[in-house]
């Protein structure tokens, strides 16, 4: 049997669609990297620095001694449950698939 056009078309398209995929197998293993460049390191840092910022800025508030205690405590309070949020919020996030 003859093949047409439109059959030799897609086996050609089939053969160079099968030449650019890898072999079947095991992935490839990289070696030797930086675990420091992964990007979910990269996150914790960015949560941990925040996190950090929002503790210097609840211990500043509490020295600080312009504020009313009901302000300073309101502000204190607020920054330290936003960190502990951000805190709460990564591992959630990291431990969800």
Known sequence: MDQTSAEKEINRIEKQLDATNPPAGKPPVKRGGNR???PGNKSLDAVLVTAVLLFVVAA???FAGS????QRMQLT?????GAIGLLAGYGVGRLRP
């Open 67 to 70: 504020l009313k205690p009901d």
């Open 60 to 62: 500043t508030l509490v």
């Open 36 to 38: 420091a460049e992964q």
């Open 77 to 81: 309070a607020g920054s330290i449950g």
